[in-house]
């Protein structure tokens, strides 16, 4: 369960509600922890919870592959930052956006060698704190670079050695086209790591399971049954609170008997 489906709470509030619906994880959504006195102190908090717990890298405001240095520089800074966080908070894989261009005029091969050199960096970072990242697959809108599988390979291609997966979100793959989320599973299948997932209508994206209609085809649905890796239920917001009690009876039927 993303935290996001609570609202403002702390995060252990949210660790508790993913556990008191009957979730088997919660991915928290918080900003770089600086002092490691609160850390410690929201890990033992945590710690006390029976769920596994992952972590998304914050992205308002930030680019790290930004055209201004200075902004490039700072957003990397702040990612670094939800890195150490994570590895203090006892987390072991994250989620990662993976930057785009300044501008819907930008120049996306232009920026490529830069998205490369930031991911590989960032990425590096995290391993060497204990924490392996998963990039997520964005939806198609202006500015976004890593939206189809093809740009993922491409990734991976010129990055041998990146030490990260694929975060798949079902709803961004379907913006691209109903058959993205196969062609990803078919060509990039062993490279992801974490999977998110909500319903989406040809006016929205991210919606609760009782609206709208799931973007994963028969296939994906196949290979989610079988994935070992977290399923996070996102999306919704202030005008659907009941959504992590409706996801989670949704995604046992989905999931868990094969309805």
Known sequence: MSSRLLGNVTLWEAAEAAAHLGFAGVELWTGPLRRRLSARSIRRRLDAVPVRRYLHVPFHDLNPCSVNPRIRQASRDEIRGSLRAAAALGIRQVVLHPGRVSNTKGDADGLWPVLVESLVELCAYADRRGVRVAIEAMERRPK????????????FSDAPGLKAGICLDLAHAWTVDPECADRFVEGLG??????HYSHVSEEKIHLPLDRG?????????GFLRTFAGPITLEGAGRAWPDAAKVGIDAMRRLFEEGG
């Open 190 to 195: 062993e490279r992801i790591i974490h999977v």
């Open 144 to 155: 976004e670079v890593l939206v189809r599988p093809e740009e993922m390979v491409r990734l």
């Open 213 to 221: 209609l799931s973007p994963a085809s028969p296939s994906t649905l």
